[in-house]
């Protein structure tokens, strides 16, 4: 059994030295409550069983993870515009008394508190509805008002793959395969050479595909090749949710989840998937909202995980992922339901049994 230590607050691998310009942290919440968050996330050995990868896919796990690394960054950017400023100031301090603040700001991936409605730790300013995909003073009213004039940008502008600017007084939209190219073109080129380690076909296929995709901005035909991996590594990267837009919910935050298949336990699921389309006719709902062209593949894959990045690393850690969220990929060919049991397992010893051992006191 191979052990990949983790831990759910893990400290940013990039530092940047800090500058002598003017302190980006004015002011910061009361040490004891920044302790008591950081102290409410427990560290874990995530334990993954190596002994499932040949020699050549180990490899290429190798270079997945890498390539995941770039999703951190390129997050680390999507939810607040003074993150990297804030994290260069605070990781480089050297005063003892910053560390919780430090270990707070990499788990929430930024100044506000994720299990206080994005409380503001440092500083008071209130996170942006928007993240940092719009500008920050942008309203709700401002935008539509943008699109009755310019009716021509509405496509472009609710997109999920691109960012609202402002240029020479303008609002403009950039794709995020030119926003985010300093990280994306790295994480294409290891994806690529990762592709060229494995010999899954279906591996092959979608690592190229992705590569591919975090260039043109166009991710249709990477998930449909998503939907039709059948490899011991089961990998996600890109953009995918949403839930980082308060402002509007277009906008797709960058995540990584890097697993390998339990062939075992995914076995057991299969009687599931099998009967999925009959439980949705069986729905105690109208049969107008429920969804009988949706495509039949809806495979159920239990794994273990191996590294996480991005939007799913902030805060709270997830138990599973049900994926693609594009409508034309679901029902083309349904949706795929991932279940990491190694994270399950880490919750249930970390937070159901001591509440178990409480109760039952």
Known sequence: MYRSSIILCLLFSTVILAGCGKKVIQTKADATYVAEQVAKFAPVTIKYDQSLLDENETKALKKIVEAAKYMDEI??????????????ELMTSTDPSNKPYQELFTIMFGPFDRLEGDKPFLNSTPKPLGANFYPEDMTK???????????????????????????????????????????????????????????????????????????????????????????????????????????????????????????????????????????????????????????????????????????????????????????????AKGSKKVMLKNIAEAKFNKIYLPIAEIVLD
């Open 141 to 331: 009213e401002e935008f539509n008002k943008w699109l009755e004039a310019h009716p021509e940008d509405k496509e472009f502008f609710e997109q999920t793959f691109t960012l609202i600017r402002r240029k020479a007084g303008k609002l403009v939209a950039v794709p995020y395969s030119e926003a985010y190219k300093k990280w994306l073109e790295p994480a294409a080129k290891l994806l690529r050479e990762a592709a060229e380690l494995t010999q899954n076909l279906s591996l092959k296929k979608y690592l190229n595909s992705r590569a591919d995709a975090f260039l043109s901005n166009d991710y249709y035909q990477s998930d449909m090749d998503w939907m039709d991996l059948d490899s011991q590594i089961e990998v996600v990267i890109g953009p995918y949710e949403v839930y980082e837009d308060k402002l509007f919910g277009y906008k797709a935050a960058f995540e990584a989840f890097v697993t390998i298949v339990d062939p075992a336990e995914s076995k057991k699921l299969e009687i599931v998937a099998q009967h999925l389309n009959e439980l949705e006719n069986n729905l105690p709902i109208k049969d107008e909202y429920k969804n009988f062209s949706r495509g039949a593949s809806s495979p159920v894959k239990v794994v273990q995980e191996v590294f996480s990045a991005g939007d799913t690393k902030a805060g709270v850690q997830t138990l599973a992922f049900n994926l693609p969220n594009d409508e034309r990929v679901r029902e």
């Open 75 to 88: 997050f680390l950017r999507q939810v607040y515009s003074k993150n990297e400023s804030i994290r260069e």
